[in-house]
């Protein structure tokens, strides 16, 4: 068994985890999982939006299939514009939490846009939320600055993270 099979393994017990690209058919698990994570969830037709209309996104989920039965473990939307890839959300169903699939996924997209010709992301994230940022610090991504009272349900600021160099390289360290 490989090493990346066994991490794979470790984190969904004997089932199987693919990315891919968000469906219409994965709304509802990807707003269920958005309504338990955030305080401020997107809207339905947000979600709606980015997967039809906007030339931008990139839509994206971690599926976890167990004994034949596939289910939305994370989910994600980035938005990839000239050089830069946003990631705009990025959640994970609190059941598999700390099992580095949210690491995993963000890592499959920071792949996909730099094959797609980005070179730098960048993110906000709640100041609060220091399992994220922590995330995002051994990923490479650097804090840059505070956005002030981003978050208009609690007035909390937003901490601002680049990751300033998406190369080969760095993708290698990541995998």
């Known amino acids: 068994m490989s090493r990346r099979r066994s991490l794979i393994d470790q984190a969904v017990g004997n089932g199987r985890l693919t990315f891919r690209r968000m469906e219409q058919a994965d709304l509802e698990q990807v707003i269920a999982i958005d309504q338990k994570s955030f305080t401020l969830p997107w809207p339905v037709s947000s979600f709606q939006y980015e997967l039809a209309h906007n030339d931008t996104s990139r839509c994206w989920v971690a599926e976890v299939e167990i004994e034949g039965k596939r289910r939305i473990a994370a989910m994600a939307v980035a938005w990839l514009i000239l050089d830069e890839v946003h990631i705009a959300t990025i959640a994970?169903?609190?059941?598999?939490?700390?099992?580095?699939?949210?690491?995993?996924l963000l890592i499959?997209?920071?792949k996909d846009a730099q094959?797609?010709?980005?070179?730098?992301?960048?993110?906000?994230?709640r100041e609060t939320n220091l399992a994220a940022r922590k995330m995002y610090l051994k990923l490479g991504f650097e804090e840059a600055g505070k956005?002030?009272?981003?978050?208009?349900d609690t007035q909390e600021d937003a901490i601002l993270m680049n990751l300033d160099t998406i190369d080969a390289a760095l993708l290698e360290w990541l995998d």
């Not at 994970?92 to 995993?104: D, L």
């Not at 956005?147 to 208009?152: A, F, K």
């Open 92 to 104: 994970v169903e609190p059941e598999y939490r700390r099992m580095k699939i949210g690491q995993k």
């Open 108 to 110: 499959a997209i920071l």
């Open 115 to 125: 094959a797609s010709g980005a070179r730098h992301a960048f993110l906000e994230v």
């Open 147 to 152: 956005r002030p009272h981003y978050y208009s």
